[in-house]
């Protein structure tokens, strides 16, 4: 499974906006500027977290953006399910999907487990990990984006 730039980028503009908003707004050009990529860009990313419920826009001189809820109640998990949509590593594991080999017979796949412990295995990971957990260490200069 790979992580497309939406996801990556989206992830490390809710760093950036949980690390520098601290209960004011921040501009999305300022945003851009610190994560290197452009603002219209930045732009689209942000609407599908908005969308979500995981930022908020104010309008107005001392708008911008900021987190919707506690940075320690978003996960990297929420963030990547919204710009990634499914984190499944094969189709059959999606209930809502059919069995990708043709043959329909997904319950007794061979390989369906080991599927299902790399699903499993992801997920343990970036619902584990907070956007507080990530911005406490870029903002203290631990780390870089």
């Known amino acids: 499974m790979k992580i497309s730039t ?12 949980a690390a520098w908003s601290d209960d004011k707004c921040v501009s999305l050009k300022s945003v851009a500027e610190r994560i ?4 219209s860009y ?15 826009s104010i309008r107005g001189a001392q708008g911008g953006y900021m987190l919707a809820k506690e940075a320690s109640q978003i996960t990297v998990g ?3 399910t919204v710009m990634e ?21 997904c319950d007794t796949c061979v390989t369906r487990p ?29 780390s870089y984006i």
């Open 42 to 56: 930045l732009e689209q990313l942000v609407m599908k977290l908005r969308k979500a419920g995981l930022v908020e």
């Open 78 to 80: 929420d963030i990547l």
């Open 114 to 142: 080991v599927w299902e412990k790399i699903y499993d295995s992801l997920w343990g990971v970036v619902d584990s990990i907070t956007i507080k957990d990530l911005a406490e260490q870029y903002k203290l200069g631990k």
């Open 6 to 17: 939406k996801g990556r980028y989206g992830l490390k503009a809710m760093i950036d906006i």
């Open 36 to 39: 290197g990529i452009s603002e």
């Open 85 to 105: 949509g499914s984190l499944f590593p094969v189709e059959c594991l999606d209930e809502n999907s059919e069995c990708s080999c043709g043959i329909g017979l």
